[in-house]
């Protein structure tokens, strides 16, 4: 059995929500998915996503910071403090980081380079791997 040597908070690992899965999985649309789990970060991150995409920056800002608010949320009540490992891995958590990454991929296209900068040194310290396969 290992033991971590450095102190620090054990990883957060975001609860399964079956629902919204099912929901994103079987096709239903985004705006759907966020109407009718407002407080789930996917969705969110799924619409900043797509509108960064179709260069709808203000837009994806707006969807992405939703999707990180809510993943904030969720984050606290699973008994995260404000820092320590998002783990990449768990699929759980990943509606949040990619709602992170997006929020700083579009602060950056609107000029906010410094929130960009944040964002992305937030994303190393949930996870590096998180910003390797958001950002590469």
């Known amino acids: 059995m290992s033991h971590n040597l450095l102190p620090g908070p054990p990883p957060t690992l975001l ?3 079956p629902e919204v899965e099912a929901a994103v999985r079987g096709g239903t649309p985004p705006t759907q998915v966020a109407a009718a789990f407002p407080a789930a970060s996917l969705p969110w991150a799924l619409l900043a996503e797509e509108a960064l995409a179709s260069e709808q920056v203000v837009a994806a800002y707006a969807y992405a910071r939703t999707g990180y608010h ?3 949320d969720a984050l606290r ?5 404000g820092h320590g490992p998002v783990p990449w891995s768990h699929e759980p958590n990943q509606g949040f980081l990619r709602a ?3 929020l700083g991929l579009a602060a950056a296209a609107i000029g906010e380079q410094a929130e960009d ?3 992305a040194t937030f994303l190393d310290d ?3 791997a ?7």
């Open 77 to 81: 009540r699973a008994g995260w403090r």
């Open 70 to 72: 809510r993943g904030l």
């Open 15 to 17: 609860p399964a929500d």
């Open 117 to 119: 900068e944040r964002i």
């Open 130 to 136: 998180a910003r390797a396969a958001l950002r590469p």
């Open 100 to 102: 992170l990454s997006v």
């Open 126 to 128: 949930c996870d590096p």
